[in-house]
């Protein structure tokens, strides 16, 4: 699924989100969030555009 179609939106894909379960469901905690204040610590889903969005990087990535 794309990140427009998902029903997390960018969130999915973004190395800034931390999945946090909880009893009943999963949450998408914004790590932006501990140091800017603009950022949701759990932002409203699906997040349809982010000014701090960056793709997680590839498991492939010889960088990491």
Not at 5 to 28: F, K, M, N, W
Not at 40 to 63: H, I, R, T, W
Request: hydrophobic share 30%; glycine share 4%; proline share 14%.
């Amino acid at each position: 699924m794309t990140p427009d179609r998902d029903p997390i939106g960018l969130c999915a894909t973004c190395r800034h989100s931390e999945q946090v379960r909880g009893r009943a469901a999963i949450y998408y905690l914004c790590a932006r969030s501990r140091t800017d204040p603009r950022f949701p610590k759990y932002p409203n889903l699906p997040v349809m555009s982010c000014p701090g969005y960056e793709p997680k990087a590839a498991a492939s990535d010889p960088a990491r």
